[in-house]
């Protein structure tokens, strides 16, 4: 049995198949970025999950992960996860390889992913060039949910929102400052903690407040990310992730302003990555 994982730095998708039947097992995890998190808290929670019941029948794991874009980062994942597929062949690659796997039609293309995290590439069909290094979410991470997240805690804590935002948004989180001060400054997964809140700016898009800080989010991204790429606007453009989902609107009429072309915005890259070994296999 064969086992492909696309994990970011929130949640980790993984999708169990044979060499014939396409879809056998399918299961989520927190993500398992080799960044942010060890090889105790990793098999801890591969323990409690549904995979723990067939672990000794897979016998090839593929995973793409968020954070393993480099040979030091893969060689720590690929040790970590064979304490755990003890009888399998490991094979980690880096979230922009799934990205691109999972939106590539044929022709050249720039390659975006708008998740916990940011990043984006062009993708000729074989080799991936990136134009600058994901510098995470204390200094990089454009447009992305933690970029956003930090955005809406600014306003909540400077009195910035509405009294009807603060209210819905204490009673969905509860959030206090000594709760935001643990989280962020005395917490290994600030990135997720601050990605959290992008999905009340999400619920909340059409608020004035937040319509600005999406715009310029999304405007920093394409300046930085697509617009570094040589003849970027004759290159179609794909999104992969759950703020790239949730905020393709924005995204397409970002485009226009750049000339750009959408080709796609998909939240989960997992089926298409099974079907691309599929494929291999068949």
């Not at 955005?151 to 209210?167: A, I, P």
């Not at 989010?217 to 759950?242: A, D, M, Q, T």
């Amino acid at each position: 049995m064969i086992l492909v994982a696309d994990s970011g730095s929130t949640k980790c998708s993984w999708v169990l198949y044979t060499n014939t039947e396409e879809k056998l097992q399918y299961c989520k995890t927190i993500g398992f970025n080799p960044f942010f998190i060890d090889r105790a808290q990793i098999i801890k929670h591969l323990q409690k999950s549904d995979l723990v019941t067939i672990v000794d029948k897979i016998t090839e794991v593929h995973f793409y992960g968020a954070g393993c874009s480099n040979s030091q980062m893969k060689n720590k994942l690929k040790e970590d996860l064979g304490m755990f597929f003890e009888s399998a062949t490991i094979n980690v690659k880096h979230d922009l390889d799934s990205a691109c796997i999972a939106t590539f039609k044929g022709k050249s293309n720039i390659c975006c992913i708008l998740g916990t995290g940011s990043n984006s590439c062009f993708f000729d069909g074989n080799k991936i060039l990136e134009a600058a290094p994901a510098l995470g979410y204390i200094v990089g991470d454009e447009a992305s949910g933690n970029y956003f997240g930090k955005k809406v805690l600014q306003l909540y804590f400077n009195n910035n929102l509405s009294e009807d935002l603060r209210r819905d948004l204490e009673n969905e989180y509860g959030l206090t400052l000594e709760g935001y001060y643990q989280n962020v400054y005395h917490s290994e997964q600030a990135n997720k903690y601050l990605a959290r809140f992008f999905r009340f700016l999400a619920d909340n898009k059409s608020e004035i407040v937040f319509q600005e800080i999406i715009q310029n989010g999304l405007r920093e991204f394409f300046e930085l990310h697509i617009c570094c790429f040589k003849n970027y606007k004759n290159h179609p453009i794909n999104f992969v992730g759950s703020v790239a989902y949730f905020l393709a609107d924005e995204i397409k009429e970002m485009a226009k302003e750049f000339d750009c072309t959408i080709e796609q915005i998909i939240r989960n890259p997992i089926d298409n990555l099974v079907q691309y070994h599929l494929q291999k296999i068949n």
